[in-house]
């Protein structure tokens, strides 16, 4: 090994001790699974990141103004919302905001940390009812409340560390600086909009889902075919789409393994 490769190595680490410091890492559990997972980033940072994004997100597209598909996704975002609790991982400081954007091909729906939520116009062409919204934003719920958008960031930052240890070596970093890097690495980009979340995130984000949404009182039962829409209304969707969604078997296999226990919820629910 030589000294120079031994230097970057050393840089490395005391950069990520640096990083850590100052994100407060945390090491922790994801709600509902239980899955140990690091976080490298504060939740309340990544939120502060997240929510400038979705007002520039706000601003550059359509927000529609369809009075019965926002009046759905208020009710609905609301409820779940309520019932995912103040103790749960990245939901303690969530300021839950549902935007519907103006967008009849897009039949999809995303998150960004701190609670942000919206889905496409096009989503309602699949939806029938509140139950069946409630698996997509019980979904995009999951994936704010267990923390994915700082797992996404914290693996960016460890494949990056290397090269940014190169550069800003033990040097301390203000804030600023700090944000400048993680935008060098593109880590902002992958708050939780605009690139797809990995497989085991979606699985992770379904599982959680559908028990947030029992909970709030919606049939988790209806999932099973809303999946089936899902797939047959995104059919010849680009690729992007396909590859970042489980397949319908395997999502049914996952459905079926979950469902005993959503179903508890949604008695309880009732009681
Ligand atoms: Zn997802």
Request: aromatic share 8%.
């Amino acid at each position: 090994m030589s000294y120079f490769i031994l230097m970057r190595l050393l840089n490395f680490f005391v950069t990520l001790l640096i990083i850590s410091g100052f994100h407060l890492t945390s090491c922790t559990t994801v709600p509902v699974t239980g899955r140990p997972v690091l976080h490298l980033i504060s939740s309340e940072q990544l939120a502060t990141m997240a929510a400038t994004q979705f007002a520039e997100l706000k601003k550059q597209s359509r927000v529609s103004n369809n009075p019965k598909y926002t009046a759905m996704l208020e009710r609905v975002g609301a409820r779940i919302a309520n019932v995912v609790g103040t103790s749960a991982l990245h939901s303690t400081n969530a300021n839950w905001e549902f935007v519907v954007f103006e967008d009849p091909d897009q039949i999809n729906a995303f998150a960004m940390p701190g609670g942000k939520v919206a889905v496409y116009t096009g989503l309602f062409d699949v939806v029938q009812t509140d139950a069946d919204l409630a698996i997509v934003v019980g979904h995009e719920i999951a994936h704010v409340v267990a923390g994915h958008g700082a797992e996404r960031v914290t693996q960016q930052l460890l494949a990056a560390g290397g090269a940014l240890a190169l550069n800003y070596g033990t040097d301390d970093m203000n804030s600023a600086e700090r944000q400048l890097i993680m935008i060098a690495y593109g880590a902002t980009t992958t708050l939780g909009a605009l690139l797809p979340y990995s497989r085991l995130h979606e699985t992770e984000a379904d599982e959680i889902g559908l028990i947030f949404s029992a909970r709030a009182g919606y049939d988790p039962r209806v999932a099973v075919d809303f999946w089936k829409r899902m797939d047959a209304a995104n059919e010849g969707k680009p690729p992007e789409f396909l590859s970042t969604h489980p397949a319908d078997a395997t999502r049914q296999h996952q459905l079926a393994h979950v469902m005993p226990l959503a179903l508890q919820e949604y008695y309880n629910s009732k009681l």
